[in-house]
């Protein structure tokens, strides 16, 4: 079954500290893989996508089709990096929906 | 132009009756997702619409969900006979065909008592 994982529910880090949100994914075929991010009581806004392999925010993410994985990576933390993060899977072929992990809410630490 | 955009905002039933969720897509997009954003449990696919084409209603959870959405546009999600495991947010987001970015509504909150 198509699936998106990601293991962490909460991740507390410090200001200035390296992060690291896991997302490992399930799926039959090429997929696009994203991260969404929101932020409190703001809209559920797109963070990166692994076809555009740019930076945001100072974010980063690579697409290893070996481990099957996405991981969401910034060198060092920022207090207004605290959110929650989504990791997505778009269908590719068929219908081109999106399907979610269950989030990972980031906490940066003063 | 405006973003998506979802009406009500927030939504109180009692357990049993039906209610209607509205979402006004940006103009000109062509794809329409429908998700339940529940604590924990992520954001769960409940219906996607592209253009003409058959909807993929593989995420509706029982046939108390439908919904539908006229001339490529506005999309109406409809909860029969609501339970309290209904309870949610429902988002809504919009996409053109090409794009894969989607732009996600404000979202309903539904409290069923």
Redesign the interface.
Known sequence: AQRVT?PE?LLSVFKGAPVELKCNYSYSGSP?L?WYVQYSRQ????LL?H?SRESIKGFTADLNKGETSFHLKKPFAQEEDSAMY?C?L?YTSG?????????TRLKVLA | GA?VSQSPSNKVTEKGKDVELRCDPISGHT?L?W?RQSL????E?LI?F?GNSAP?K??LPSDRFSAERTGGSVSTLTIQRTQQEDSAVY?C?SSAYRD????????TRLTVV
Do not use: H, M, P, W
């Open positions: 990601q529910k696009e994203f809209r559920l806004q797109l996508r076809i989504y997505a778009r219908t081109y929906k999106y399907i979610f992990g269950t989030g | 973003g794809a997702y998700y924990g449990q992520g954001l696919f996607y592209q993929d593989s995420g988002l987001a894969t970015e989607a732009f996600f509504g404000q979202g």
